[in-house]
């Protein structure tokens, strides 16, 4: 059974820093790719970014050049470094794993706010 784990949100002022973490339960993390996504009040779930197994990185335009996701595959966790943080990056953040499953995380909330 797999299950995904978020930690890492919180209330933070605009143009400050968060790091999220994934933590997976889930056999052969190393082969899966991992994902971000989230989901603002009355809006749908959007993309943010997502590693590869082999490391390759896509990040949506909102957030590049101020988020990073990276891995640790021998802690089986993937993290998300958000700087310079926006009002709009408001929203509750999710994990994935892999591409067509459906193996989400329960979410946790970021909030930028003055």
């Known amino acids: 059974q797999v299950q995904l784990v978020e930690s890492g949100g919180g209330l933070v002022q605009p143009g400050g820093s968060l790091r999220l973490s994934c933590a997976a339960s889930?056999?052969?993390?190393?082969?899966?790719?991992m994902g971000w996504y989230r989901q603002a009040p009355g809006k749908q779930r959007e993309f943010v970014a997502r590693?590869?197994?082999?490391?390759?990185?896509n990040y949506a335009d909102s957030v590049k050049g101020r988020f990073t996701i990276s891995r640790d595959n021998a802690k089986n966790t993937v993290y998300l470094q958000m700087n310079n943080l926006k009002p709009e990056d408001t929203a509750v953040y999710y994990c994935k794993a892999g591409v067509l499953s459906n193996y989400w995380g329960q979410g946790t909330q970021v909030t930028v706010s003055s």
């Open positions: 590693i590869t197994r082999e490391g390759s990185i």
């Open positions: 889930i056999s052969i993390f190393s082969a899966y790719t």
